[in-house]
Structure formats: structure tokens, C-alpha cells
């Protein structure tokens, strides 16, 4: 498709369990988002992707939580030992470049910890 | 690094009448800047992007969006609202070789 596809686009998961979330962006597009929104809440930074630079990882809020873009284009957002404190929509955007230029979103993952 | 301040975390208005939400920025140079709006259950969509020339952008959905580099401010407006205008609205600011910032968003909420 033409947009930003997440999936799943629901999971729920029993604490403690690990989850993957997937993220596949818009075709040559350079730089990936992950954000996170918990209900009522806004968007929380996780991580960003500039093509072959460094991630910048300083939104991640503990060492339970990574990510990775293989190739420059589909990311996985990894939780280990899921908490419940986890739960909340997951979304991921990408732009064509860096900051200069739009983001465009996926719909999310919506990721229940029970 | 560049951010962003959305003061409003709520604001109500009733149908007809006019919206205007508060963006003001941080950055050092000429920023790019962003409207977005996440209407419940849905995904964000842009609204309106501001990267230079005229000072006054016009979005979809009839909002549009003024840079004060003065007020280092990029406030949306509405001048009627619908219901459907019913949504959370964010406000991002960009810059070449820098990660889009977002600000906390803002509520609308219309009344009948």
C-alpha cells in the first residue's frame, strides 16, 4: 500500500510476556518514528531512525523496550516483560527525510497488557 | 534542540463558533511547522505545514495556521467549527537534521 502499515493493529498479551510490534514505512522513505499514546494522552517519543545514522534512542523509558530498522525500511519495536503500565496505542510514522519534511502515520498497534 | 508548547490541554466550542489553538515554538533558526489532527479512533493527519514564504497557510478542512517568528508562535484557526472538528490536535516543529518535535496536544471539544 501507499500509507504506513503497523501490525498487528491489536494484541493482547499476558504480563511478563515479550511482544513485537511491526512497522513498515512509506517506500524510500528515510526516517522512522515511534511514538506512544496512552489513553488520553498525547505522543510520547521513543525513537527515530535517520537512514544510516545512529538511532536516537532517548525516548525509550527503560531498558525492557528496543527497536530495529533492517534495511532502512521495516522496524520492529521489541517489549520485553511486558508490564501493564505498558499498555497504550503504538504508532509509527515516517517521513522522507529528516524533520524538514512531513510525518506520516500508521494507524497503530493498540497493545493490551493483561 | 527544538520544541514545542501547546498551553491549551482543552478547550469547548460550540458549533459555529470560531477555534483558535496556541502553538509557540523554540528554535533557533526558521523552523518547519506542523498542524496535526488525530479525530478519536483514527490515526494523525496533516493539516497544514508551514516551511517558508507566506506567513499565513491554508490547510485542509477549512483551518489555517499564521507563523509569528516575533511570538515565535504557528496558531491554528478555525473560523466556524463543525462537530466533526471534535479531535486532538498537535502541533510539531521540524528543522533539517533534526527529529520532528511534538507538543502535548490539545482537545477540542464541540458543543451543540
Known amino acids: 500500500g501507499a500509507g504506513v502499515s503497523q501490525s498487528p493493529s491489536n494484541k493482547v498479551t499476558e504480563k511478563g510476556k515479550d511482544v513485537e510490534l511491526r512497522c513498515d514505512p512509506i517506500s524510500g522513505h528515510t526516517a522512522l518514528y515511534w511514538y506512544r499514546q496512552s489513553l488520553g494522552q498525547g505522543l510520547e517519543f521513543l525513537i527515530y531512525?535517520?537512514?544510516?545514522?545512529?538511532?536516537?534512542k532517548s525516548g525509550l523509558p527503560s531498558d525492557r523496550f528496543s527497536a530495529e530498522r533492517t534495511g532502512g525500511s521495516v522496524s520492529t519495536l521489541t517489549i520485553q516483560r511486558t508490564q501493564q503500565e505498558d499498555s497504550a496505542v503504538y504508532l509509527c510514522?515516517?517521513?522522507?527525510?529528516?524533520?524538514?519534511?512531513?510525518?506520516?502515520f500508521g494507524q497503530g498497534t493498540r497493545l493490551t497488557v493483561v | 534542540a527544538q520544541s514545542v508548547t501547546q498551553p491549551d490541554i482543552h478547550i469547548t466550542v460550540s458549533e459555529g463558533a470560531s477555534l483558535e489553538l496556541r502553538c509557540n515554538y523554540s528554535y533557533g533558526a526558521t523552523p518547519y511547522l506542523f498542524w496535526y489532527v488525530q479525530s478519536p479512533g483514527q490515526g494523525l493527519q496533516l493539516l497544514l505545514k508551514y516551511f517558508s514564504g507566506d506567513t499565513l497557510v491554508q490547510g485542509i478542512k477549512g483551518f489555517e495556521a499564521e507563523f509569528k517568528r516575533s511570538q515565535s508562535s504557528f496558531n491554528l484557526r478555525k473560523p466556524s467549527v463543525h462537530w466533526s472538528d471534535a479531535a486532538e490536535y498537535f502541533c510539531a516543529v521540524g528543522a533539517p537534521d533534526y527529529k520532528l518535535s511534538f507538543g502535548a496536544g490539545t482537545t477540542v471539544t464541540v458543543r451543540a
Open positions: 531512525f535517520q537512514g544510516n545514522s545512529a538511532p536516537d
Open positions: 510514522a515516517s517521513s522522507l527525510g529528516s524533520g524538514g519534511t512531513e510525518a506520516f
